[in-house]
């Protein structure tokens, strides 16, 4: 996708002195089978411009395949499409010295909504009816603060509206268009706790008669 400039200055006026790096655009057709909303791209994306293409992309794949669809069947995108990162002294032992680090971190609220355009119109262009909610960002951003991915994942939310920036540009207002959400852990949940995996294959089997029922 290539964001048109007016897009691209919009967001960066909003986020400008927010801890953010580079842009990596959402990516995959109109009307896709599935649209993927993460949280935010981290290092790889940034460099290569192509959404999920670290660690976490190989597992994302994984349940795409499962349900039998590969990237090109979606859109991929997430709340937030800069780096979040963040500002770390530490002391290294190899070079005997304090050093800066500045490693990947969760988009706050505030660089979601500064981000919110971007997604608004990704979702417009690419008009989805089926969405997957990976991570309590995503989720949180489509419909509202207090969703947990803990409690939702693997169960599906059919016909809902969800959030988009208002007319203020300030907050968020429900959307005339409905849509089905499948909440999901993010992909990358499974590096720290290994017992999830389990889970995500069981939700992922969720989605696919959805599918079917689309075609
Ligand atoms: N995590 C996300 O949410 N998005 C990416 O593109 C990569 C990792």
Not at 31 to 43: D, F, N, Q, V
Not at 74 to 79: D, G
Not at 126 to 148: D, F, M, S, W, Y
Request: glycine share 6%.
């Amino acid at each position: 996708m290539n964001y048109p400039q007016e897009l691209i200055d919009e967001v960066k006026k909003r986020s400008a002195g927010m801890r953010l790096e580079g842009i990596n655009s959402g990516s995959g057709p109109k009307h896709p089978k599935l649209m993927i909303i993460g949280e935010a791209p981290g290092r790889n994306e940034i460099v290569n411009n192509i959404p999920f293409s670290g660690d976490a992309g190989k597992e994302l794949n994984k349940s795409l395949a499962q349900i039998g669809l590969t990237r090109d069947d979606v859109y991929i995108t997430s709340a937030v499409r800069s780096r979040p990162y963040a500002i770390k002294k530490v002391f290294s032992k190899r070079e005997n010295k304090e050093v800066t680090k500045y490693p990947n971190r969760k988009p706050t609220k505030k660089e979601v909504l500064a981000h919110a355009p971007f997604l608004d119109y990704e979702i417009d262009y690419a008009q989805p009816k089926l969405i997957v909610a990976l991570g309590n960002t995503g989720l949180e951003r489509l419909l509202g603060l207090g969703h947990k991915i803990s409690e939702e994942h693997g169960k599906v939310i059919e016909n809902t509206p969800i959030l988009r920036l208002n007319p203020q540009k300030d907050g968020y207002v429900w959307s005339k268009q409905k849509y089905t959400i499948f909440p999901e852990y993010h992909p990358a949940a499974v590096f720290y706790n290994r017992k999830l995996s389990d889970d995500i294959i069981k939700d992922w089997k969720v989605i696919k008669p959805y599918l079917e029922k689309e075609k």
